[in-house]
């Protein structure tokens, strides 16, 4: 299946980044090519398909209907006009094609549904107290208040048996109605809501529950069978095709589930002002004459509010969080053939002489003037470059005529500081707008309605920025800050050799590749000596350096980095940072005039670049080292005198003891002596 998924204003950095050789910086380019790249913008009057085409699309009138808030439900009149079902008002409105008026109140929270039934008399349902009204001659009354039941959720009318069927809640039951208003249960599904239901040609009912998202088919009086189970939250809507296909949406609701209460209850207040906010992921199916299953679309970011059947016979479904509407193909390939500013698509009307979109947040109805037309404009969404940028020279495939223009600035979302829209391009061209962060992209269609684009590359360059080097550190070698000694009391062990792990951080804001030279000093001195071999090209941000071969001492290393790699000579930035003082010490102090006398060991240890940094003693094949402190009570110094009592090590005589001393860096020695 294809998918789609379309992305908002802030996601600009989905559309694809392609780079000229390595590195995050030298040429870049933006690149629209799939169906996502050229979703995000404005569509006015464009469809966007799977495939990465766009096309003219709707062309969309404006109507706003100052008398709701929500529009729910729409019937199409045999004289040309619509009556539209509010929610939060309980209205019936009427459309003439050009503006709105309200006709009658019903004195309901919301109409939910508006189907026309026998003799051409209107009937409503309504919520939350379980009526059905009936609107006919301009005048509307109560047709028939339904027992144990808050909510109808949806009207349908079987012309062949003359009876009007209702899915209601919250005891889930499926009413048949007479046109005498006597009503009885024609099916009680274990559900606590049925939402939806459609008839076939054939008198099938077709029902669709909350909170278990079942279809049934219903033959007859209590007699029921699942068509299929979603594994979701609701079906919302059905819809029966001429060639018998079933047609059904259904969502995963997230969050808001909306279940008004009676005018006056404690949560009425809560939808009298907007519909919620509401989050979830909406999927459409379609089952052939076999009852075979197939899912057309699975939509994972916003959920479905409306579905209908177009006079081309494909089905259009409305979403309820980005007042979208899509379509699918019979391969598959979804197509968004509206996009409007309002948050929720609330029904919609697309077969016969009245075509349109009902949006709702605010309510407004848009009339479907037709495909095209002057007014087709694709905006693309806003492309964000990550720093001011140079555009060079625009491209773009399409069959047939367009025109693009530009514009750029330096705030995510377009406001006075941009600059004006360039004059349109009917060719390549070089990209008028001034340098800055981010880039939209116009395209109309006044020139060739019938026209096609599929692909778009803009190449950029950004500013240089400069990688900063913020810290550098040694392992495996003692600073004058640190000490690489074990712990007192620890274990025999041995120095890990001659290596000096060095380690640094860089602060890179454009990404480039960088390049790094490793430099070092002895501390006193002025002169720098390379780490690295002339012919080496480092690029990873840690280094082994091999101290063997020096002479011991204090050292401090400079780390360069620099983005040559990615960039011209004239535009390269370099920074530089010294490391703290790093000892290389590779060889063990000496303790020289060890000398017993009694019970006190004597002694001096002696390195050749210190500071001594522990001596301690054990009795030889123990691990029990004890610490002592040199004469002067310090260790600071290269030279240190020690003089220890090791009673406590040999209180009943004589033994052998080992003393261990410690330089800085972790080098040891070990002598032995004999104790009486």
Known sequence: MNRIRFSSIAAAAAVAFVAAGAGAVGTRTFELHKGDDFKGGDLKGVAVDSSGEVRAGFNLGNAPATDATAIWSALAQRDGSVLLGTGNEGRILSFDGAT????????????????????????????PDGEIWKYANGKAEKFVKLESTEHVWQLAFDPKTKSLFAATGPEGKLFRIDQQGKAQVYFDAPEQHLMSVAV?????????????AKLYRVTGPGRATVLYDFGRTEVRAIAVGDKGNVYAIANEIKTGSYTPTRRGGASAA?????????????????????????????EKDDYFTSLALGDDGKPYVGTGAEGRVYTVNETHDEVLVADVEE??????????????????????????????????????????????????????????????????????????????????????????????????????????????????????VTDNLRAVVTEVEAEGASSSLSTGVEASGGPLSKKSGTTITLKWKVENPDKDELRYR??????????????????????????????????????????????????????????????AVILVDNT????????????????????????????????????????????????????????????????????????????????????????K
Do not use: C
């Open 270 to 298: 809560a939808p009298a002002t907007k519909p919620p906010k509401t989050s979830g992921k909406g999927t459409l199916y379609r089952f052939d004459s076999e009852d075979r299953p197939e899912q057309l679309m699975d």
């Open 343 to 460: 948050r929720q698509i609330g029904a919609l009307l697309l077969r016969g002489k009245q075509r349109l979109v009902a949006a709702s947040d605010p309510a407004v109805v848009h009339v479907v003037r037709g495909v095209g037309g002057a007014d087709a404009v694709w905006t693309s969404k806003v492309l964000d470059a990550g720093l001011r940028a140079h555009f060079g020279r625009m491209d773009w495939v399409a069959s047939g005529q367009l025109e693009l223009s530009t514009r750029s600035g330096n705030t995510s979302e377009p406001d006075d500081t941009w600059s004006a829209w360039s004059n349109p391009l009917n060719a390549a061209g070089d990209v008028a707008s001034p340098a800055a962060r981010f880039l939209q992209v116009r395209a109309r269609w006044s020139r060739d309605p019938n026209a096609v684009l599929s692909s778009l590359t803009i190449p950029f």
């Open 100 to 127: 709105v008026k309200r006709v009658a109140d019903t004195g309901a929270l919301v109409v939910t549904s508006l189907v026309e039934g026998w003799g051409g008399t209107v009937y409503a349902g309504t919520l």
């Open 518 to 579: 490793l430099e070092y000093r002895l501390v006193g001195t002025n002169n720098w000596y390379s780490v690295l071999d002339p012919r080496e090209t480092l690029t990873k941000t840690t280094y082994s350096w091999e101290t063997a071969d020096l002479p011991e001492g204090k050292y401090r290393v400079r780390v360069s980095a620099s983005d040559e790699i990615s960039n011209p000579p004239d535009r390269v930035q370099r920074h530089e940072l010294e490391s």
């Open 200 to 212: 076939a040609p054939d008198g099938t009912v077709y029902a669709g529950s909350s909170d278990k």
């Open 588 to 675: 063990p102090p000496s303790i020289q005039d060890l000398e017993v006398t009694g019970k006190r060991i004597r002694g001096i240890v002696i390195d050749g670049v210190g500071p001594i940094a522990r001596i301690e003693a054990s009795v030889t094949g123990s691990d029990e080292w004890v610490p002592f402190f040199p004469r002067d009570g310090v260790f600071d110094e290269q030279r240190e005198e020690f003089d220890v009592d090791v009673t406590a090590l040999v209180p009943n005589g004589h033994a052998m003891l080992s003393i261990r001393a410690y330089d800085r860096a972790g080098n040891f020695v070990v002598r032995n002596v004999t104790v």
